[in-house]
């Protein structure tokens, strides 16, 4: 039995389809079992990172967990599930991480949280894999609303370049640490095949679309305003400007072989990942 958290979200929902597909038995926590619309193969458990109590029954019989937590709270979450899966006496895990918390100088919040929740999981004794991906290509469906009304991708550091990588890549190359010997004590940065900027990615959505796309640069502080608009807690939305911020330095732009090292094909491109998605981006 695997446990999958993060279990909603875009690289744990990834990382079930795989499972599934290879005939792997199936547990998944969320705090809304009701609205978690998980394939009825799942065995679905209501559980909260932040209640260690809750997370004992959900390790119960589990060999490996894949660990994807989110926000402020990931070192205190990171620690928790850990905790929990060793008591239980599981025999793996591969946290979901950041690519960024392999870059020496990078000291602002998102990789910093990162680096605490890697410490708490090796300080566990648990057997571990940690998976550091770059830039996701789905960030880009926070575009889909405004390329469907306007035909306009709105982005701060317009020409700061990220190795992208699809989340789907993320998820073979965790179920790959998960299942298969040869991965423990690993770190994994994953990436796409090649630096995009936002600015290139629109170009290419454009293409796919088959329709002109206009690239509109703005300011860090108006795309600051619009994650407080949408609901992002101030302290989260500092976090992911600070991290946007880093487009500009060279480090997000390093292509990394792992993706084909672990599994043994290419990754994805951003292309591919586009046309998959194209729908979003498609006024109904
Ligand atoms: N986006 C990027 O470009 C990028 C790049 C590198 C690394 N990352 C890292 O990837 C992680 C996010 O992964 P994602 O995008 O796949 O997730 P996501 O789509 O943001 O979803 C968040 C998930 O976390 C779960 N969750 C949040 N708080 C929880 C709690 N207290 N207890 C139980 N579950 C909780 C949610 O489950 P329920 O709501 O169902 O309970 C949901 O499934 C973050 O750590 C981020 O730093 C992101």
Known sequence: MFLVTGATGTVGRAVIDRLLAADHPVRAITRRPESAGLPASVEVVCADLADPGSLSPALAGVRGVFAATAGTEI????????AAAVAAGVERLVKLSSGRAGDEAATDPIPAWHRAGERAVRASGIGWTMVRPMGFMSNALHWAHSVRETGTVR????????????????????????????????IYTVTGPQPLSPREQTETLAEILGRPLRFEEISPERARAELLRVGVEPAMAAAIMALRATALESFTSVVHPTVEHVTGRS????????????NSFTAV
């Open 75 to 82: 070192p205190t979450h990171d620690a928790n599930l850990a």
């Open 155 to 186: 982005a701060p550091f317009g020409q700061g370049r990220i190795a992208v990588v699809d989340p789907a890549d993320i998820a073979a190359v965790a179920v790959a640490a998960l299942t298969e010997p040869g991965h423990a004590g690993e």
């Open 267 to 278: 990754p994805r491109t951003f292309r591919e990942w586009a046309f998959d998605h194209r």
